[in-house]
């Protein structure tokens, strides 16, 4: 008798986690973490294929240094570069410089690997369409083996994870605390991937979350909708306010991250006249100290130094940023357990 097949689970959002799947991963990631779990051949013979439209450092090494920590490995590829170059739209005459699709692309991996895990930032000019976010799903949707968000157009959900890890681990009980997701200047207009991510991973944990942005510079309607449902679910809260300073007084945390104003998508002349005058929006050592006396700062990595975060900030106490750049790897090893491992079986 033929075993059923168990329908496969791809990790797209990190709002897709019920609250029980999120905080059971956390503990797992913990426990790896700690080394009171090792599971050193939980990933024995799989096999994680990654696909990089896009660079990376601490997301292709984590995923890299969890496979190899479990007995398993990790394959790179880069379209365009060390592969061939694909073709992502649906219907088109493929007479140009694409030599693959994605529809074979997809497929294929997921015959070699036991999971795909696809970086997709968004190319195009029109937010309407980018939002889609249809590199990711089409690459799930075409792919039977389960994918892994390494960043796309409208999530960054691995870095999500990490956060949240970083918040239970500083403030041992997150919940009630307040967290300031902080617009900060930058040279170029960035994706709204990891400040999406950044506010539902603070709200996930029952944090009373303020975003604090100049005007113009709202996430997407549908990204605050769903930070607002999960904080509904965790007991948080979301609140928005355009006056930074007003907003890191008295947080427990500081979330400093840029991105781009979305009514100005695809036109950057445009969007870098609209940042131009607010390169005072920065966390400065002066701001820092407007936390709690524990008070501490969070970045995605990487940062431009001296224009999102100053110097004596990030090589000072109050950054977290280090540690939450090692905890990609403890939730990607216990994401992949769950994902692939044993703990899948």
Known sequence: MTAAVKPKRDFLDMADLAPSELSRLLDLAARLKSGELKRKDALAQKVLAMVFLDPSLRTRTSFEVAMFLHGGHGVVLEPGRTSWAWEMQKGVVMDGTTVEHIAEAARVLGRYADAVALRAFPKGTDWSTEREDRVLRDFAHYCEKPVINLESVRRHPCQGLADALTLRERLKDPKGRRCTLMWSYHPKPLPTAVPASAAIAAVSQGMNLTIAHPPGYELDPDDMSTIARVASQSGGSVSVSHKLDESIDGSDVVYVKSWGAISHF????????????????????????????????????????????????????????????????????????????????
């Open 266 to 345: 695809g036109r950057p002349a445009d969007e870098a006249a609209l940042r131009s005058d607010k390169k005072d929006w920065r966390m400065t050592e002066a701001r820092s100290h407007k936390l709690t006396d524990q008070g501490f700062v969070m970045h995605c990595l990487p940062v431009r130094r001296n224009i999102e975060i100053d110097d004596a900030v990030l090589d000072g106490p109050r950054a977290a940023v280090v540690d939450e750049a090692e905890n990609r790897l403890h939730v990607q090893r216990a994401l992949l357990l769950e994902l692939i491992g044993e703990l899948s079986q």
